[in-house]
């Protein structure tokens, strides 16, 4: 079936099939259904009336939400969650009564949200060491290899290839420690009711401020990540989005310092890029070197297509 829809390049040219499957419809459904889930588990262990045979349920049916089906649900319900809801409890339906107890759509949709986002950020660490290993081998091999080095792109003094090299991984380095403290605070909303009050729990356990506490701690760690936002109103605070924006900003920052020193380096004949056999530069000028992978290749473990010095040239200089 052709689907005709416009879709962004972000997705279907720049983005790895990992980053499209975190973001994808069926896996975010997957984490709201396990969202939901940790919250019955814990409900159940504080001493709410939930029948085992619905959280067995419910942990049957994490991975096979029926997308068609909630679609026409939300087209009748007009929510998205609600719509989710009750899918869920068509294919749960010991867990229909149970599903979302005492919770507010943010609860689900924040928490999934956090979850997808830490996934996120350890998929784009591996690939930033992968990065490094790469450019850390390109340095050794050459540490020794002089060229001229450029200020105000004017020549300047000579340095090493290898010396270009770990400038580049320098700012790569100081991303990794930025994403690496970001995993480590990344907070949760947790558990905290419609409007960030926690009413609707303390109705549900009768008062009981311990228990309520102990609802979100249990739910965070069910989750694995033990650290929440002690105060939220609907959502949780939007600084959380704003300082992964940082992070990636930073890596997107290092980028391109590297990919603007390579296509510099590539018109000077100095570093340049693999031309494959079948390879057309330009439509029109056949002849051209374009340095395609430093303009928009993205980050990758792999370093079969590292730029390559151009040793005669290079002995010239």
Same mark, same amino acid.
């Given at each position: 079936?052709?689907?005709? *829809?416009?879709r962004s390049p972000l997705g279907t ?20 259904? *396990? ?5 019955? @588990?814990?409900? *159940? ?168 506490? @102990? ?57 340049? @890029?693999?031309? @494959? ?41």
């Amino acid at each position: 079936m052709t689907d005709d *829809r416009y879709r962004s390049p972000l997705g279907t040219r720049y983005s790895s099939p990992e980053m499209q499957r975190l973001w994808g419809e069926r896996y975010r459904i997957g984490l709201w259904r *396990r969202v939901w889930l940790a919250l019955a @588990e814990s409900e *159940r262990e504080l001493g709410l009336d939930i029948p085992e045979a619905a959280l067995a349920e419910m942990r049957a049916h994490l991975d096979d939400a029926d997308l068609e089906a909630a679609a026409a649900y939300e087209k009748k319900f007009r929510h998205d969650v609600m719509a989710h809801v009750h899918q869920f409890g068509d294919q749960a339906p010991a867990a229909r009564a149970f599903l979302h107890l005492g919770a507010t759509s943010a609860f689900v949709t924040d928490n999934a949200d956090v979850l997808v986002l830490r996934e996120g950020l350890r998929l784009l660490l591996g690939r930033l060491i992968g990065v490094l290993d790469s450019l850390a081998q390109f340095a050794r091999t050459h540490a020794a290899l002089p060229c001229l080095a450029y200020t105000h792109f004017q020549p300047a003094q000579l340095t090493t290839v290898g010396k270009r090299a770990a400038l580049w991984m320098q700012d790569y380095a100081l991303d990794v420690e930025e994403l690496t403290h970001r995993l480590e605070t990344i907070r949760l909303r947790g558990c905290k009711g419609t409007t960030g009050t926690q009413a609707s729990f303390l109705e549900l356990f009768k008062g009981d401020h311990a228990k309520v506490r @102990e609802l979100e701690r249990r739910i965070a760690a069910k989750l694995g990540i033990p650290r929440v936002f002690p105060v939220t109103g609907q959502t949780y605070s939007r600084k959380g989005d704003s300082v992964i924006v940082d992070a990636l900003s930073g890596i997107a920052q290092s980028s391109a310092k590297m990919a603007s020193d390579l296509r510099l380096l590539q018109h000077e004949g100095e570093l340049l @890029e693999p031309f @494959e056999k079948d390879q057309i530069g330009s439509s029109a000028m056949a002849y051209k070197r374009n340095p395609m992978r430093a303009e928009r290749r993205r980050l990758s473990p792999s370093n079969s297509n590292m730029a390559k010095p151009n040793c005669s040239l290079l002995a010239c200089t």
